[in-house]
């Protein structure tokens, strides 16, 4: 069954299936359906699976482990996402978790960065491969310069770091053009497209590999 469900809706289900466990469950399923979809684009293309702070848990690594062998996907074109929620509690736990999944060849990201308190002392603790600034910094009224400036800062640090800052939630040209002039090196959002399935996406891998083919073409001649 496949069916659109709206961001404002999906939240509280997902609260729902947190407080149940049957996030746990479902998140397994949604991990091994992502890699093995993934495994059949082409090698620079990776995933990105969201896990919750319910996931976070001793058997996760063997889940993931599991999740790659069942799909044939190489460990490093899987990105798992989480959020500071994950290390509010249980923190050194927790990161002994995010550890052993590293030592898998896993890429980790901090998800919705900037929305809590102490993702900065996190970025100390946890070398995480990614961080994705939140949609707040980016969706802002024209002519407001401190997102931007705290946008710039947060590239700056990414680069510093060694991780790679993606800029979540741009919807127009001139945020893309923000975002490429601060120093992001990804940005994610309406302005490429909406949600789509894993069928359409491969589809527009291809078109978009066919394309810069025919570009190339016209330039050797």
């Known amino acids: 069954m496949h069916a659109c469900v709206a961001h404002g809706r999906l939240l509280p289900i997902h609260t729902d299936l ?3 466990g049957e ?3 479902i998140g ?3 991990t091994r359906t992502a890699c093995r979809a993934a495994s059949r684009w082409p090698d620079q293309i990776k995933v990105a699976v969201n896990l919750s702070a319910v996931q976070i848990r001793p058997t996760l690594p063997l889940t993931i482990a599991s999740a790659l062998s069942y799909s044939g996907l190489s460990a490093g074109r899987l990105e798992l996402e989480v959020t500071e929620s994950v290390l509010l509690q249980d923190t050194e736990a927790n990161l002994e978790i995010l550890h052993q999944l590293r030592r898998l060849g ?3 990201a901090m998800d919705d960065f900037g929305t809590g308190f102490s993702s900065l002392s996190y970025l100390s603790r946890f070398p995480f491969d990614k961080i994705k600034l939140d949609r707040s910094f980016i969706i802002q009224p024209a002519g407001r310069r401190e997102p931007e400036a ?3 800062a947060m590239a700056g640090l ?3 770091l060694g991780m790679t800052i993606t800029a979540e939630g741009v919807e127009t040209a001139t945020q893309l053009a923000m975002v490429r002039e601060k120093g992001c090196h990804e940005a994610q959002g309406y302005v490429f497209s909406a949600p789509i399935s894993a ?3 491969l589809e527009m891998v291809r078109n978009g590999a066919a394309k810069r083919q025919a570009r190339i073409s016209r330039s050797r001649r």
């Open 28 to 30: 397994e399923w949604v």
């Open 158 to 160: 990414g680069r510093n």
């Open 106 to 108: 896993v890429r980790i």
């Open 199 to 201: 069928e359409q996406a």
């Open 150 to 152: 705290i946008v710039e």
């Open 18 to 20: 947190a407080e149940t």
């Open 23 to 25: 996030i746990v469950a």
